[in-house]
């Protein structure tokens, strides 16, 4: 099916008046892209990030639109047409909101087209010794004695290509057991815990405060045909406990591949979880904030084994000092 893109350029001031009236025209199939809206998202959930890429950044500079779908048909046609009358009204009636230019550009696409362009991206791939990723659409081809992950890159971090994952997982692949268990805090796509099986674990859990996340682990698991032997749950473990059903003597792996200040806050719990001899894997530091998460680890008992290093992404693999 082909469909039309339709961006309106106004300003911070008037998006919301300008989306009441699309909705109130029946042209609800919209996003807004609003440069404000960004950083006060980024500056409010501070938590969960250490870095934004620039490009992103520069790309959103000054940017207030709407950007508008409707189907490349008689209705979509129609809709067009009756669009500048819209606008025009719209500025008329609300002379009190600063519009901007209001300029239109449209463009055509095709649904096949779009997936294609977006699909193109994502290719089969090698993670350390043993571990091979493979999109779902793809065929994996020959891959030796390697073990492979079937991902999905619709999911939040489910498709192994960002550093901080691949660091993990080749930590996680040196230090895994066989049979062994593995928690994973944060899981995100569940990603970790899923080729924690297909490595040979005997069990993985995961946890997240997110349950859209529990949701897309549960599908990666199923996606794997790991579903039998992952756990995944809605929660906080550092307020929970009796979320997770702990092995006797603790699990043989816990893993956080989340940031850094989040690393920090889990690090005095990590030990009630984690077996005496267990390894505990973190990934998703920067950098400029690895001496920071070490010393957190350091402050609750855990001895810094191995740090990974990558495009000024860190992983740490530490335990227990015993």
Known sequence: MKYIEIRIETTPEGIEPLSDRLTMIGADAFSIQDEADMLSFLDNNRKYWDYIDENLLSGMKGVSRIVLYVCDDEAGHELMDVLPEELSSLREARSDVDFGSLAVTCSTADDDEWLNSWRKYYKPF???????????????????????????????????????????????????????????????????????????????????????????????????????????????LTAEKELVKTPE????????????DVLIYLAPYVCEYLKKDGAFLASGIIDTRLSEVCDAFENAGLAIVTIKRENGWCAVLSRQNL
Do not use: Q
């Not at 003597?249 to 850094?260: L, P, T």
């Open 126 to 236: 090698a993670v350390g010794d043993r571990i091979y990723v493979c999109p779902e659409w793809e065929e994996p081809g020959e891959t030796g004695d390697r073990v492979v992950y079937v991902s999905d890159p619709g999911l939040a971090f489910g498709s192994g290509i960002h550093e901080t994952t691949r660091l993990c997982m080749e930590l996680l692949e040196k230090n895994l057991p066989a049979g062994g268990t593995v928690l994973d805090m944060g899981c995100g796509s569940g990603i970790l815990a899923v080729v924690a099986m297909l490595l040979g674990a005997k069990s993985a859990f995961g946890v997240d405060v997110d349950d859209k996340a529990v949701s897309a682990s549960e599908r990666n698991a199923a996606l794997n045909s790991v579903s039998d032997k992952c756990t995944f749950v809605c929660g906080d």
């Open 249 to 260: 003597g603790g699990f043989d792996v816990v893993c956080a591949n989340i940031v850094a």
